[in-house]
Nanobody, 122 residues
């Protein structure tokens, strides 16, 4: 079974960068569509970025387009976050889906990590 585990969160100043990583403590992510979501206090979990297998198209929320980049290889999924803003503050989750349908919705994902906190503040 796939079990995502996130790392790389922390505190960063506005305009700074962070790199989040996600690996599986169980089976690899091969064959799964991978997504990053985030949830801020008092808000619903929202889609951030997603990507199928190597060479496939990546998808981004409008709020992060041009600033965040998702990438993946055999064993890891990475979210590079640049030009961070205070509104990017949230718990970030890595998720894996067996199907590539409706991948911008949380319900499409079968496996979730515990999340990593990202705080953007001066």
């Amino acid at each position: 079974q796939v079990q995502p585990v996130e790392s790389g969160g922390g505190l960063v100043q506005p305009g700074g960068s962070l790199t989040l990583s996600c690996v599986s403590s169980g089976r690899t992510f091969v064959g799964h569509y991978m997504g990053w979501f985030r949830q801020a206090p008092g808000k619903e979990r929202e889609f951030v970025a997603g990507r199928g297998w190597i060479g496939s198209t990546s998808y981004y929320a409008d709020s992060v387009k041009g600033r965040f980049t998702i990438s993946r290889d055999y064993a890891k999924v990475t979210l590079q976050m640049n030009s961070l803003k205070p509104e990017d503050t949230a718990v970030y989750y890595c998720a894996a889906a067996r199907s590539s349908s409706s991948v911008t919705t949380a319900a499409a994902y079968d496996y979730w990590g515990q999340g990593t906190q990202v705080t953007v503040s001066s």
